[in-house]
């Protein structure tokens, strides 16, 4: 019997070479019909015998033929004519009606048969730095609009050649419909100039050839890839990473590092089976592994910090240059410090032109310029700690549809933002902290470019709290939309939420540096009782005093006076502790300035931040007095842990005026045990497992009043891998269920999610 049936598939199934796959699996079971790009997906009809069409549902359940990028979140099927004498099966135009839905693919990194042909001397791409196929290559950096065609992205200006057309044609080619197929003779092309724009070398191989003899000589060279300009430099030069950082402005931030082999990268990082796997995956991030001990990379590539940051070549072009002897390079974002990721020839040239010696560029416009993601691992997951290249923008899908396009602003500082349409929740790449001018220019035109891809247009407009954020400011420019507030906290336990699928009271753990509250205080340390619909602020950290507003992130003496201020109360002497405050301020009058501030209560503001309070441990312990980028004496004293000891210090929960997490007598110790020179990693560890200790107490007073048995945690400090990873084994110890962010990250850039999540579900309830 003769049927005919209609599939309509989302998920990531354009870009990847589906239909192909689809093609050759109704062709092999002779089957009739089509196969076509929408702006939902992908839309297969087929004609045959009843059980030949069983057996392509099977097999397309199964996704054994099909590509390994493939993904598919939803089938719909239905029932439809029979087309009389119908006997072939089509690949057909894309169709370009409609509300777009469509995933568009992430960049992805070059496949093994790709690198093949491009070692192989006798196939026509050898040694083509621009070489792909339908399973690997870019995607995001390169399309304007969907449908994914070529028509549609920035390769529409280079005309295929017979050979590339040919295999573009040729359903049995693996570059079928590949949309940025080319070779030496019709494609991009690379060169090599200096820092003024004047040509060094215009032939592929000697540019490259060039390039690597550069980077061998200590030279810093500007290197436009995938999703922008990458600065690189020799990791085993100290003296070029060093000239690299006082070029670009970046006195102390760890940078990335990239290598052609696992192998390599062992000689410097503990690479386990999980990091193997991550580092080796389509999408190939930056992968945070464990420093060896006295290894040949450069001091200043990563000081202070207990970790190398590693990717592996994940670009033909990359490949080509390691070929040529390096061994390792650092490979930062090619932009001066905080500033946007630069992606275009001229403006490299201006920009960097001071930085970089020379400049191995290309002609492919990059129309999105995109990150490279940063993973590390928590309770042995992989857990996203920067979200964009290779990830961005693969959406999370929601189990129902929103009735109204949502905007979500995110928050200032590693900003993303996010939108709703349908079910699909889409988190834009990470795009950075808003308070330089640039970045928030890059910011609304990023959100233009996204809300265009899609056609989305927002009814719901969700922000921050924060009345003082850019992005809470441009949500509230924004006309004939719905407002909605969402507080900074809550946001971030949504985000947890959203990532899991549930929409149920939990017990949110959320910890980081800088939260609007409710009541006009930098929250910053709290237990909430929340669900999407709302939230109740069962406990805190004890608040403390802060003064000098955004400077008490950057000079850690504000948090430290605050804090022994508050444990010593009247005890409290500046003479007394000069021994140690000193070290962290020398200026004795600005110390005594802050103090009075503090204790007059002038320009101060109530916090119950834990991020300060780590600056605060880390300066005292005399690694240093002063942030120069985020998290910079966190990460320190993070790296600083004695492992194995599982010692802590005493602290109190007050249950009066709320459940209140009291770290007096922490400091009280901690001061004793520096007047008796304990090692500052056994000061860390105790810190650490303190926290830990008490983050599980306020869980359990809530469990008590509640019964809930499960924690959401996020915010910036469950970035510290340690404390993490601790309070997860004391929670599950205790029979807690724990859930925590993974596909987004835990501190700022999962906020939009979280803003989002609450926004739908207002909608739902309207």
Not at 116 to 145: A, H, Q
Not at 511 to 516: E, F, L, V, W
């Amino acid at each position: 019997m003769i049927e005919r049936k209609r599939f309509i598939l989302t998920g990531r199934v354009q870009g990847i070479g589906f239909r192909p796959a689809v093609y050759r699996l109704a062709k092999a079971l002779a089957l009739a019909g089509f196969v076509y790009n929408d702006t939902r997906g992908v839309t297969i009809e087929i004609q045959g015998p009843a059980d030949k069409i069983e057996r392509f549902i099977e097999q397309l359940k199964a996704g054994k033929d099909l590509p390994v990028l493939a993904d598919i979140r939803t089938v719909k099927v239905e029932d439809v004519e029979t087309v009389p004498g119908e006997t072939e099966f089509s690949i057909r135009p894309s169709d370009t009606t409609g509300t777009p839905l469509s995933q568009v693919t992430a960049d992805i990194a070059t496949c093994d048969d790709c690198l093949r042909e491009m070692r192989d001397k006798n196939d026509f791409r050898y040694r083509y730095p621009f070489i792909n196929c339908t399973n690997c290559g870019p995607r995001y950096s390169l399309v304007k609009t969907i449908p994914y065609d070529r028509p549609n992205t920035t390769m529409s200006v280079f005309k295929m050649c017979d050979k590339c057309a040919a295999q573009y044609r040729d359903v049995s080619d693996r570059r079928f419909h590949a949309q940025p197929v080319a070779c030496p003779v019709c494609g991009p092309k690379i060169s090599l100039c200096d820092s003024t724009g004047k040509t060094i070398e215009q032939d592929s191989d000697r540019a490259i050839a060039r390039t690597a003899q550069m980077l061998l000589a200590g030279k810093i060279v500007a290197i436009k890839g995938v999703g922008g300009f990458h600065l690189a430099v020799n990791a085993l030069d100290n003296n070029a990473v060093l000239r690299l950082r006082q070029r670009k402005k970046r006195d102390a931030k760890p940078f990335a590092m990239m290598a052609d082999s696992i192998e390599k990268m062992r000689r410097y990082a503990a690479v386990d089976e999980l990091a193997e796997r991550i580092l080796k995956s389509p999408e190939s991030p930056i992968v945070l592994l464990p420093k060896k001990e006295s290894c040949a990379i450069a001091p200043s590539v990563a000081e202070g910090v207990s970790t190398f940051g590693f990717m592996l070549c994940y670009a033909p072009l990359h490949y080509l240059l390691f070929a040529q002897g390096l061994d390792v390079l650092v490979m930062t974002s090619g932009n001066i410090s905080d500033e946007p990721l630069i992606c275009k020839n001229d403006q490299a040239l201006e920009k960097l032109g001071d930085v970089a010696d020379a400049f191995l560029m290309h002609d492919r416009e990059i129309y999105r310029q995109v990150d490279d993601s940063i993973v590390h691992f928590i309770a042995g997951q992989a857990v996203l700690l920067r979200r964009a290249r290779g990830y961005v923008p693969t959406p999370i899908v929601a189990e129902k549809e929103c009735k109204k396009d949502i905007f979500a602003a995110g928050s200032d500082l590693k900003n993303t933002f996010c939108y709703i349409k349908a079910n699909q929740v889409i988190v834009s790449e990470h795009i950075g902290d808003m308070e330089d001018a640039s970045v928030y220019h890059h910011y609304l035109s990023s959100v233009e470019h996204l809300a265009g891809l899609f056609e989305v247009k927002p009814q719901v407009v969700a922000c921050d709290l924060h009345p003082g954020y850019l992005s809470s400011r441009h949500a509230a420019s924004l006309k004939g939309v719905d407002l909605i507030k969402v507080q900074h906290h809550w946001a971030h336990i949504a985000s947890v939420l959203a990532e899991y699928g549930l929409d149920e009271k939990v017990i949110g753990l959320e910890c980081d540096g800088t939260g609007y509250g409710t009541d006009g205080a930098i929250w910053g340390c709290e237990c909430l009782i929340a669900d999407l619909e709302d939230f109740e602020r069962f406990g805190h950290l004890m608040y403390y005093p802060l003064a000098g507003g955004d400077l008490a992130a950057k000079e850690a003496i504000r948090p430290v006076l605050a804090l022994l201020n508050q444990a010593y109360g009247d005890e409290f002497e500046l003479t007394e502790f000069g021994w140690l405050l000193e070290k962290i301020e020398p200026d004795i009058e600005k110390r005594k300035l802050i103090l009075t501030q503090i204790q007059k209560q002038i320009n101060t503001v109530n916090t119950s931040s834990l991020g300060r309070v780590f600056d605060a441990v880390a300066a005292m312990a005399g690694l240093g007095g002063y942030n120069n980028f985020e998290a910079q004496l966190p990460m320190a004293l993070e790296a600083s842990i004695t492992r194995g000891l599982d010692e802590c210090y005493d602290f109190n929960i007050t249950e009066k005026n709320g459940c209140l997490l009291d770290l007096r007598p922490m400091f009280r110790q901690i001061i004793t045990d520096l007047q008796n020179e304990t090692p500052v990693g056994n000061i860390s560890a105790k810190f650490h497992n303190t926290l830990a200790a008490g983050l599980l107490s306020l869980a359990q007073k809530a469990h008590q009043q509640t019964n809930l048995k499960k924690v959401a945690l996020s915010g910036g400090v469950f970035c510290n891998r340690y404390l993490t990873n601790r309070l997860i084994a004391l929670l599950k110890k205790n029979d807690f269920t724990v859930l925590f962010n993974r596909f987004v990250p835990s501190n700022d850039g999962g906020i939009s999610l979280g803003q989002a999540a609450i926004a739908a579900k207002k909608i739902s309830q309207s």
